[in-house]
């Protein structure tokens, strides 16, 4: 008889890996959580949790015992200006507010409470590979700790491992290489920046910068063409404060304030994937598949991905039988689930790729409250993005979009 050691380990202990940990530990299950880093820890991230993800935490019991704990920048909606100067600013909506937040603490907040939950973590322990049975089903994990090599068993195995996930690699479930190569520096300002209550997207010709304001501080990220990367010289702080330049009202705002040292690099994010499970595994957040991060919306992918995840795992666990079609239930669900999100932003890059459709754009969302509206609460994740094509918008929207050719 195989002995176990924990019903799942779940490999990552962000946002989804976390979640669906609380989730199946408040079920009853026993389950290990392996992260490598030690927390709290600095991620490279926009920082924002948008309603959509706010309404995740609130399903998850969790959302007012965060904002107590962490303090967020409540977020009411976006300002947003294409490369000809041309902005347009919209809300969520009448109570919707979304966070700004360091990833550092919300990271640490959440796992935290997998762990009051009844999931065991482990921190420092890096996977390099999966143990495989009978059927290349997935039994278990290798990882190293210091200079030690272990081995662990479970009955099911959740990659929650990101962007390079080991688990997606090692399971061989990629579908291509990245085709959207941009990456992004990441920078926090060190002290009172005066922002309001929106986040900020400014564009420009084949670059894009967001600034999310926090209580005390904020997050810049700098998105450009990975060919830009020889640039940095591994300075990636002074390729950001010279990047600035071309975004002078964040880069004074980050001048008042001053930056930490520490900066992050990330990126390339276009990494697709052929499906989210595999016998004995399956996927969840980033590891999952992603896209372009320009509209804010991957904690809510990551904690959505982890409730679906969950009740697969749990159906599985009850009935080695059906656990192969409970998995590949959920991996139909998550791609059907995303399908017009993922639509939605590979809209959106096209269009920032296209300065002059961008301005255009731009100004009939200004002349357009409604139509605005519909688009920040559409990357809100608090409406289908179908609803962004509704014909009596674009209708009443025509004579500014004439207007503006």
Known sequence: MTVRDADVIVVGGGPAGSAVALRLARGGHDVMV???????????????????????LEALGLASELAERLEPQGLKGWSIEAPNGRRFRAEFGVGETGWAVRRRDFDAALLAEAELA???VSHGARVFGLVTGTENRV????????????????????????????????????????????????????GPNGAGDRGEL????GRSCGYAPFAEGGNVTLVVPRSDAAAMGGNPRRFLERGLGAFPEIERR??????????????????PVRRAWAPGAVLVGDA??????????GIHQALRSARLAAAAIAVALEDSDAANASLRRYDWRLRFELAPTRALQR?????????????????????????ATRLIRATGDLTHPAAVLDPRLW???????????
């Not at 400014?202 to 010709?205: C, D, E, I, L, S």
């Not at 809209?347 to 139509?371: K, Y």
């Open 34 to 56: 392996l992260e490598r880093a030690a927390f709290p820890r600095d991620k490279p991230c926009g920082d924002c949790v948008n309603p959509g993800a706010v309404a995740e």
């Open 118 to 120: 009844g999931a065991r």
């Open 139 to 190: 039994v278990g994990v290798r990882f190293r700790r210091g200079g030690a090599v272990g081995e662990l068993r479970s009955s099911l195995v959740v990659g929650a491992d990101g962007l390079r996930s080991v688990v997606q690699r090692r399971l061989g479930l990629a579908s291509r290489p990245p085709r959207l190569r941009k990456i992004a520096i990441v920078g926090h300002l060190a």
């Open 202 to 205: 400014r564009v420009r010709v």
């Open 254 to 271: 980050v001048r008042s304030a001053g930056l930490e040292d520490d900066v992050l690099v990330t990126g390339p994010f276009d990494r």
């Open 288 to 297: 999952a598949g992603y896209y372009d991060p320009f509209t804010g919306q």
């Open 347 to 371: 809209t959106i890059e096209s269009v920032i790729r296209r300065p002059g459709l961008m301005g255009w754009l731009v100004a009939a969302m200004a002349a357009n409250p409604a139509l």
């Open 395 to 405: 209708l009443r929207a025509l004579p500014s979009l004439i207007g503006e050719l």
